[in-house]
């Protein structure tokens, strides 16, 4: 691919400076790509109405052509004219949840051109809370098409340093806000179905979205192991976040998951293996050996969030050849936790 000039601009993410926003936004209207901060993790934004400009997303990130992308809005009215019908529900959760890390699937209407839902008759929206991604989608003044801004496969930037790694030279500007909070991505919610369907957990967890529509169920393939069963979310059927070491999940009681990580690790470097071990806070000075980086406590579960995506490049950048990994309990946000470490790990878990 042809080489961009990328520019990075620091942007104060409390108070955006409005000229520097309108810069990035005079190239998503000229159909050019700004990776942006969001409050889940960066994305890669191009005009979401203007076809040539979202094929530029898929070549950047090489990014399969049959995963749709999320549509990002900054007011409730732009929602309007991209879908055929607002469900009730979807009103409630809209109210509750943005700006937020939800994204909701609606019947889309013929103005989305097909690049974005990759070909479903559904189209994915959401409402960031991040004063940059909002200031950056009204000022353009269209819907803004935006995966998250890493090249496929790897694990989702939380920082611009790691938009920078994937895709410097081929994106058209970087806007650095810092460190993302939430650090997981969006929720993906489909309400077309009965029950309401959670295609990818994220940021807003089931046990919130409960509290708005009690009968709502996780996809059945978010947490298990099963070959037969095909996700409904296309994005979820590929290896995903994934470092470049091999990585090995472990679950089950917390004593044991020590135990077990401390042989395996003693095995490995015997052999010779660099080993990178995810601890706790709780467990970190247990082991003696392997690189050892703990991603936050287990008595705060959103920390761990904000920091999982970092975690793993950072022991990538430690170049080890393997990682083992503490598992987390799978409720509210360790949903997502333990999906992403399902995915990075390609489904390597195992029960202590
Ligand atoms: O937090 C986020 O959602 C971030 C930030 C940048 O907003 N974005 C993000 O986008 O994670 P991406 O493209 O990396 O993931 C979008 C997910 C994929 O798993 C995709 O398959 C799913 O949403 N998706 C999008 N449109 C869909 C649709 N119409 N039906 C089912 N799944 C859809
Ligand atoms: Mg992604």
Redesign the pocket.
């Known amino acids: 691919m042809e080489r961009i000039h990328t520019k990075i601009v620091k942007v104060n993410e409390n108070n955006p400076e409005k000229e520097l926003i309108e810069e990035g936004a005079k190239l998503i209207k000229d159909g050019k790509l700004v990776a942006f901060p ?1 409050e ?4 890669l934004g191009a005009n979401g109405l203007d076809e040539e400009a979202v094929k530029k997303i898929f070549i950047a990130k090489n990014r399969p052509q049959d ?4 549509l ?1 809005i900054s007011s409730v009215e732009q929602i309007k004219p991209l879908v055929e019908e607002i469900p009730k529900e979807a009103k409630f959760l809209m109210d509750r949840f943005w700006p937020g ?1 939800l ?1 909701l ?1 609606f019947k889309r209407s013929s103005l989305v051109p097909s690049i974005i ?1 990759a070909g ?1 008759d ?3 929206i ?1 409402m ?1 809370d991040h004063p940059i991604a909002l200031e950056l989608i009204s000022s353009s003044g269209v819907p803004i098409a ?4 890493n090249t496929s496969g790897k694990p ?1 930037p939380t920082s611009a340093k790691h938009v920078i790694e994937d895709l410097y030279g081929r994106i058209h500007m970087v806007i650095d806000g810092g460190k993302t909070g939430v650090g997981l ?2 929720t ?1 919610l ?1 309400l077309s179905c009965k029950p309401p369907m959670i ?2 957990p ?2 807003i967890s089931l046990e919130d979205l409960k509290e708005i529509i009690p009968d709502v169920k996780l996809d059945l393939t978010i947490l298990k192991e099963d070959k037969n069963l095909t996700p ?5 059927k590929y290896r995903h976040y994934a470092p470049i070491a091999d990585m090995f999940v472990f679950v089950g009681e917390l004593e044991g998951i020590v135990k077990v990580i401390k042989e395996k690790a003693g095995e490995l470097i015997k052999e010779g293996k660099t080993v990178g071990i995810m601890a706790t806070e709780e467990t970190k000075n247990r082991y003696e050996e392997g690189v050892v980086i703990s991603v936050g406590s287990r008595k705060d579960m959103a920390t761990i969030g904000h920091n999982l995506f970092n975690t793993i490049r950072l022991f990538d950048e430690k170049k080890v050849d393997v990682i083992l990994a503490e598992g987390v309990e799978a409720h509210h946000i360790g949903t997502a936790i333990m999906n992403r470490l399902k995915k990075a790990s390609g489904g390597k878990i195992i029960k202590v």
Request: positive net charge; hydrophobic residues 30%.
């Open positions: 969001t889940t993790v960066y994305g995963n749709p992308l999320i990002h890390p994204t699937l839902t479903l559904t189209v994915a959401r960031p935006a995966p998250s801004a989702s991505e969006s993906v489909d295609l990818r994220g940021g409904k979310s296309p994005g979820q």
